[in-house]
Structure formats: structure tokens, C-alpha cells
């Protein structure tokens, strides 16, 4: 055995930009060295430095880096980058609780790959290689770093993979990583006062696994010791006769739990079968529904809604466009909801599924799309607009046009660069009747700033001339609607939170923000986006000025940084 002295020992890393993603992601490598033996171990990571700027496609992006990735992102984050509200809340999912919403803010340092060279194996390379990592400027305060502890492919007996599992979440809990809910997921966080390094190793609880250790049943077998869950999940067309038949045999047939410990109702629910799913309402299955002992951790209502986000997901990512959930889904939701007692965004089922189509939860969203807060959050940014932007008219003087530099207005970057290299008293007067326009529409309920419809309003109760030559010197409603959505995205939750800050602020303006109704739909900017005319196909602002590297508008440089630790 070759003697090996961890006080020789060098570690080094370096990071570089992506290449597609660079002001999303850094690739981030390291190098542990011996100045006898070389290279010892090797280390490969992925960082998520700046999830703010990966707006809606957090998971779009991290679906073409991998399929690592992919599962990684599904499975911990939403399309913001927000981490899942299940493993956070407490519930049976959030596992031992120590993670929290500190998971929304701060890098993400991914570590894909840890190789140690099979000469120095257990000899405690790995874990002082990887504190080597966690203790470098590249994890400070605030961020995160995460890891996926499973084997690699190349094993085919299921002991010995069990084994090499086990292995290696000891190895990263010993290193202070802590599960995150009751994913396969771990997570270090270097703040020494976060609960996860507070947490003993006995207390972490595993991840959901199989419910039982009996051999995986083929279908065969399923279909002959579960009948009826068989029928339900292939969507039989006499589905509801066979529940109904086996019942009459076997009341309890209805509450059985196959090898899973799914009862028919999660099954059910699973595939949206609304028939399946009201034959066993009517015959008395409302316990099952809070049931949640099996290997999945989830009720009937969280399988169901965990199919319609992973669909809706699957949709918005892969292939770009999502026009709302299925009715059988909705359906079955109402159904749901209802027998458990639960709020309803409407009082009767078709009316539930018009209003929850396209994601309300309110049940006041104009269209089904647009909700309260959204209405008032783009309201008090056209609102914003066109007052500071009457500020800049004092600066005109007779044909003479100014420049973007000369002005206050904060959406010039919308304008593309052709447009405000000379601007214009009465172009300037067009755009700011636009923005009105726009504000008047959005404070009046139940209306919509449609380009269209801003186009009429304009005509017809504001500055019909100046709005005429906005138009006809290029300008365009859609550049307004562009600018007020993005700006209201940059200053919500999803970016620097500064509108949350004063709207959600009582003493200083009030209630009237916080009176409104909460709804799912308070952020889906893209939809709103869509459903405004902005066609995602198009490229929108806020525009590059012509000449201008993308790298040096973001003062970033594409050298590599190296550094030894």
C-alpha cells in the first residue's frame, strides 16, 4: 500500500463558464494532488449562480445539461427555481424538516461526480477532498451544496447496489450533508447555525422507498391478486361494472392495498379515471383519502395534482406551450376536494373546471388567467411609467429629438435600438398615452390590455395623434406590454422582491395589495405574457445596444479562474 499523507495533499479548482448558460451556470472541477503519487481524485460539479436569470426555464435549462439534472431539478425545484413547497411544509414529505425556504436564494452547487483513485480508497481522501470544496470560496454563506448518492449503472445485483447506496449516504452524512424531505436528494449547508448541521445522523429519516421488500410483481400478477386496481389503472371501459361486481363480492374490496400500499381511489386519482373515481365516492371511500401510507408518501389529491403539475410541466418545458389541465383531471380534482370538505374555487363542477383550467386557485381570475395581484402589480407599473415618464417632457424643446441617454424613463431598453436613438416630443407623448392606456384598461375590472384593445382606447379617449405616430414610426403596443410584464417580473419575488417589499408593507401604503386574494396565478408571467400577444417565438425586450458583446452588457469575461486551495 502506497503511503499516502493527507497534510501532502493539494487540492485545486477551476471554473468556467458554461457554454450555452453562462449567466445561469459554471462548470466547476477539481483536481487533488500528491507530489509523489499525482493526481489522487477528481472532482466535477455544476453551478447554479444566478437562478433569477433563468426566469421561467429553470427546468428547461437543466433538462439539456443531463438527465441527472433533470431528475435533480424536477424533482427538488420548480420552473423558477423555487424549491417544492411539499418539502418544506412540515408534512410528511418534508422528511426531518431541517430545509426550508432559504432553498429559493443563493447558488446551487451540484457535485455530479467525486472519484477517488482505487489505490487510495478508504483512506480518507474522498472526505478531505470534499471539505476541501466546502470549505473554498466557491461555497460561501448562502449557498448550497447538493448531491444524488446513487451508484452508478454498471452494477446489476441489487445487493450489491443496495450496499454501495448505503455507502455512500454514510459518506455524506458523516461530511454534514442532511436529506432534503424525503428525496434521494442531500444537501451542506455551510452556515454552521443552519438546522441541517444541527441535525444528528440518526434523526435525518431515509428517502420513500419501496413499500414493501417482496420481489417486484409482473403485471400478470398484479392483475390476478388486484383485480381492480388492474382495471382502474389500464382504464377499463367497464370499469365502473367491475368495481361494482368485486364490491358486491367483497365490500372491502374498495379499501385494499396492492404491493405499493395504493388503495383503488389513489390508483384512480393516479390516472384521472373520472368514472373509477365517483362509482368509489358513491360507494364510501372518503378515509382512503387521507390515507397516505404508501411507498409514494401521498394522498389520492397529492398523486393527482402531482400528475397535473408534472404534465403541465413536462409541457411548458419540452414542448413550449401548456393551454391548461385536462378536464378529466379538474374533474376528478373537484371531486376530490369536495368529498374531503375543502374550498372550491366555484360551487358547481363545470364551473370549477372553467375557472381552474389555466391554473386559478382564487377563483376571481379574469379569463381563468389573470389574477387580482397580477391585475394590480401590472397596473402599478404602467401606472409608474407613464407619471415619470411625463417628468422627461420638460426636456423636449422644438424639433429636436433626444436620446435614451437623455432620459429618465426606465423603459427605454424595450424600445429596439433603431427606435430610441432619436426620440421625439410627440413619439415620447404616443409611448406614454400607450402606457396610460394600458393602466386605465387594467384598473377597470374584468378588462383586458389586449393589444387590441389598447389600440382602441388609445384612439378613442386619449392622444389619438401622437399615438398615431408612435405607431407610425415603428412603435408598438406590444413593446409596452413587453416592458410593464418584465419589469413587474424583475421587481416580484421571482427577481428582487422590491414590489413585495413596499405592497406588503402596511404602514406605509396601506392594504389594498394585501386585501386581494392569493392565487397560484400571482406569478405565471408567462402566461400572462401569451395570453397579452407577446409570441414567446418573438424576441423581446429589454434590447442590447448594437456593437455591444453580450458578455461585456453583463461586465463578464469568459476566462477561466483557477485557484488552490
Known amino acids: 500500500m502506497a503511503e499516502l499523507s493527507l497534510s501532502d495533499c493539494k487540492a485545486g479548482f477551476t ?32 453551478v447554479v449562480h444566478n437562478r433569477f436569470l433563468c426566469k421561467e426555464v429553470f427546468l428547461e435549462i437543466m433538462d439539456e445539461e443531463s438527465q441527472e439534472m433533470q431528475q435533480f431539478a424536477v424533482t427538488l425545484f420548480d420552473k423558477y427555481g423555487n424549491v417544492r413547497p411539499w418539502l418544506v411544509d412540515g408534512g410528511y414529505r418534508s422528511g426531518s424538516g431541517c430545509w426550508g425556504q432559504e432553498l429559493n436564494v443563493g447558488r446551487l452547487v451540484y457535485l455530479e461526480d467525486l472519484s477517488v483513485n482505487e489505490k487510495f480508497l478508504r483512506r480518507g481522501v474522498g472526505s478531505w477532498f470534499l471539505q476541501a470544496l466546502l470549505s473554498s470560496p466557491h461555497v460561501g454563506l448562502g449557498s448550497h451544496v447538493l448531491c444524488w448518492p446513487t451508484p452508478n449503472s454498471s452494477l446489476d445485483n441489487e445487493a450489491d447496489w443496495n450496499q454501495v447506496q448505503e455507502n455512500l449516504v454514510a459518506f455524506f452524512h458523516k461530511n454534514g450533508f442532511r436529506r432534503i424531505g424525503r428525496t434521494s436528494f442531500m444537501g451542506y449547508s455551510p452556515d454552521p447555525e443552519h438546522p441541517s448541521r444541527k441535525l444528528a445522523i440518526s434523526d435525518d429519516p431515509d428517502a420513500l422507498s419501496k413499500f414493501t421488500t417482496e420481489p417486484e410483481p409482473s403485471p400478470e400478477e398484479v392483475a390476478q391478486q388486484f383485480p381492480l386496481h ?76 402531482e400528475t397535473m403539475r408534472s404534465d403541465r410541466e413536462f409541457r411548458e418545458t419540452l414542448v413550449g406551450v401548456w393551454d391548461g389541465y385536462a378536464e378529466e383531471s379538474l374533474t376528478c380534482e373537484y371531486l376530490l376536494k369536495k368529498a374531503l370538505g375543502m374550498p372550491l374555487v366555484a360551487a ?38 407613464k407619471d415619470s415618464m411625463r417628468m422627461d417632457l420638460e426636456s423636449f424643446t422644438p424639433r429636436r429629438p433626444l436620446s435614451e441617454y437623455e432620459l429618465m424613463c426606465g423603459g427605454c431598453d424595450y424600445l429596439p435600438p433603431p427606435l430610441r ?3 421625439y416630443k410627440t413619439f415620447y407623448n404616443g409611448w406614454i398615452a400607450t402606457f396610460e392606456a394600458v393602466y386605465n384598461i387594467l384598473k377597470s375590472p374584468g378588462e383586458l390590455p389586449t393589444p387590441q384593445r389598447v389600440m382602441s382606447y388609445s384612439y378613442s379617449h386619449l392622444d389619438p395623434s401622437s399615438f398615431a405616430f408612435y405607431l407610425g414610426k415603428g412603435g408598438k403596443v406590444e413593446y409596452v406590454i413587453d416592458a410593464t410584464i418584465d419589469m413587474c417580473r424583475e421587481q416580484s419575488a421571482l427577481g428582487d422582491a422590491t414590489f413585495e417589499d413596499l405592497w406588503e408593507s402596511e ?47 453583463m461586465g463578464m469575461d469568459e476566462d477561466e479562474d483557477e485557484d488552490d486551495d
Open 507 to 553: 404602514e406605509e401604503v396601506g392594504r389594498d395589495y394585501l386585501d386581494l386574494p392569493p392565487c397560484e396565478n400571482d406569478l405565471e408571467f408567462g402566461i400572462v405574457r401569451r395570453k397579452l400577444g407577446l409570441d414567446p417565438r418573438s424576441s423581446w425586450g429589454p434590447y442590447r445596444d448594437y456593437g455591444m458583446d453580450e458578455d461585456e452588457e
Open 15 to 46: 471554473v468556467k463558464s458554461h457554454y450555452e448558460y453562462p449567466k445561469q451556470l459554471l462548470y466547476l472541477t477539481g483536481t487533488a494532488t500528491h507530489p509523489t503519487h499525482g493526481e489522487i481524485a477528481t472532482m466535477k460539479c455544476l
Open 421 to 423: 436613438q432619436e426620440i
Open 230 to 305: 388492474s382495471a382502474i389503472a389500464t382504464k377499463n371501459q367497464d370499469v365502473v361494472n367491475i368495481i361494482l361486481g368485486l364490491h358486491t363480492q367483497d365490500p372491502q374490496s374498495i379499501h385494499k392495498a396492492d404491493f405499493s400500499g395504493f388503495t383503488p381511489t389513489y390508483v384512480a386519482a393516479g390516472v384521472s379515471d373520472v368514472h373509477a373515481l365517483r362509482t368509489l365516492l358513491d360507494l364510501g371511500v372518503v378515509d382512503d383519502l387521507r390515507n397516505a401510507a404508501n411507498e409514494e408518501g401521498m394522498t389520492a389529491l397529492d398523486r393527482l395534482q
Open 348 to 385: 358547481t363542477e363545470s364551473e370549477y373546471i372553467a375557472k381552474r383550467k389555466l391554473g386559478c386557485t382564487c377563483g376571481t381570475c379574469t379569463d381563468g388567467w389573470l389574477s387580482p395581484k397580477m391585475r394590480f402589480r401590472l397596473a402599478a407599473q404602467a401606472g409608474l411609467q
